[in-house]
């Protein structure tokens, strides 16, 4: 939480700087990335309370707790980051039909800076960005604002040397390039999260085969895998085995989950086990219930007749 709450006050400090030079200096990429910064605030704010709910214990009615919460907010970043990208696009073309004079050098030092502190930010969060989703979003907010703060460095120069404002416009299209690359892989991720899809990480025909290669387990049936959160997997499973007994049944279901967890690394299994013979068996005729029922019938017309 505290890289959070550390990167969100830089990227505040940022996105007031860029906004009020980007006004002052009529650069669009400048903006652009002002925008891009105030999503990236917003998105890390959420991420902030998505990390504070997913500690959260679990409920009667949440019975695996709030982890779902940072694949929602690692959506809504998605999301942001489209809608971004789509209305900086739509400014950028105006600006090509109707060019604007830009003033190159505050764009040059305003850029400069942001890109100092989006390098701050990268070497701080690129590491808890591995194991949390939540985390990887706001990391890829920032690597976007990065390449943006280069671009428009690189705009700023021609601006200022050659007086090119087209360029403005030019670089802002590449943010939203950038923007469009961050977002799309987020989204699809938590899609596939929220659809309970299994994870990539994890091949379900794998999986099958490890459980078959017990000796006791004759047949996989039902097998479902899915993600409750970016280290959470669970798995559930019907398993038929041979006719064993409730101190051989316990060893071998702890047996099974040790290799979920260590080969897998899923640690939320449930696993229903079912012997192969445990069909109920036909009884005999003579053991039959309809057969005494019949003789016992018969037996009483006899009687009656008599």
Known sequence: MQLLWLAIALLSSLFIAELLIGLHSHSLSLLADAGHLFSDVIALGISLLATWLAQRPATKQATFGYHRVEILAALVNGLALL??????AKEAVERFHSPEPVLGLPMLVVAGVALAVNS????????????????????LHVLADTASSVGVILAALVVYLFNWTWVDAGVSLLIVCSVSFSAFPLV??????LMEYSPRSIDPTRVEAALKGFEAVCQVEKLH???IS???VALCVHLTVDAIGGGERDRLTKQLQTLLEQEFNIRESTLQLTHRNSEVMELHPLLSGNLMTQ???????????F
């Open 188 to 193: 699809k991720d938590s899609l596939e999260v």
């Open 230 to 232: 970016s280290d959470q």
């Open 83 to 88: 809608t971004i990208a789509v209305v900086i």
């Open 120 to 139: 701050i930010n990268i070497a701080l969060l690129h590491k808890a960005s591995r194991n949390d989703l939540n985390i990887r979003g706001a990391f």
């Open 295 to 305: 003789l016992t019938r018969k037996n009483g017309d006899y009687i009656d007749k």
């Open 225 to 227: 895998i899915w993600t």
